[in-house]
C-alpha cells in the first residue's frame, strides 16, 4: 500500500522517469540500497521501484513508526523499524533477514540520515553506515545500488523552505530521476564492503544526476 500511495503523490510533484543498467532486474531477495538527500526521497524511490514491479520491505529509523497514519501503514507493511542505540537493534536485523529469505526486496538507505547541507544542489552520498554490510553478510544477498536526483528540488533546506517547497512543487513540476544499477555481492571485510556499497550507489547517483543535466555528476568521485 505504501508503495502506491507514493506512485499516486510523485506524479503531481516533478517528473519522474526511471533507467536502470542494461538487462538488470534487482533479483528477489536482494537488498536496495538509495541514497538519502531529502524527506520527499523514499516517495520518490518507492514510485520508482513499483515501475519495476517491486515492493520492497522497508528497513527505517523506529521513530517513523510513531507518526500518525503513516505509522499504521508501515506496520500493516511488514516494514521493519530500527530502534538505533537499543537492545532491539539486532531484531531488526533478523527481521530483514527473514523476509530477504522469503523472497522480499529490503529498501536501507546506507548513510542512515539525511546530510545537513540547506541548499537543493546534488552532493555524492556520504559516509555510510555498516549495518549495511551486516545484513548482506547474514543473508548472503546481493546489493542493488539505486542512485536518485531531484529530490532536494522537492524538499530541502530548514523545516520552513521544506514545507514552501513541498506546497509549490505541484506547481513547478521539478524533474526527478531514479537509476538502478547492478547487483553486486559485497567482500566479506565490513570496511571494505561498506565501501563497495557506498562507490556503486554513488555511481548510480551519478547516472541520475547526469540524467538532470546537474554539474555534480561531472566532478570527480571523493
Known sequence: MLSRIAAAVVPSLGRLTVTADP????????????????LADPGIVLAALLRLGIEP?????????????????????????????????????????????DGRHILLYGEGRLPSRTDAAEAP?????????RLA????????????????????GR????????????????????????????????EEATATARAAVTSAWRTAAAHLGEPAALRPAP
Not at 536482494?30 to 538527500?37: C, D, G, L, Q, R
Open 125 to 133: 552520498p556520504e559516509t555510510f553506515r555498516t549495518g549495511l554490510a
Open 57 to 101: 520491505v522497508v528497513l527505517a529509523t523506529a521513530g517513523l513508526w510513531r507518526i500518525p497514519v503513516l505509522g499504521r501503514l508501515l506496520e500493516r507493511g511488514g516494514h521493519v523499524p530500527v530502534h538505533r542505540g537499543t537492545h532491539r537493534a539486532a531484531a531488526a536485523l533478523d527481521e530483514a533477514v527473514a523476509a530477504l529469505r
Open 23 to 38: 538487462a538488470t532486474a534487482p533479483p528477489p531477495g536482494s537488498i536496495v540500497v538509495a541514497n538519502h538527500t531529502s
Open 159 to 190: 523545516r520552513a523552505k521544506q514545507l514552501s517547497g513541498l506546497l509549490t512543487a505541484p506547481a513547478r513540476r521539478p524533474r526527478l530521476h531514479v537509476h538502478v544499477g547492478s547487483a553486486v555481492h559485497l567482500p566479506p571485510d565490513v
Open 137 to 156: 553478510h547474514a543473508s548472503g544477498a546481493p546489493v542493488v545500488p539505486l542512485g536518485q536526483a531531484g529530490a532536494r528540488r522537492v524538499t530541502s
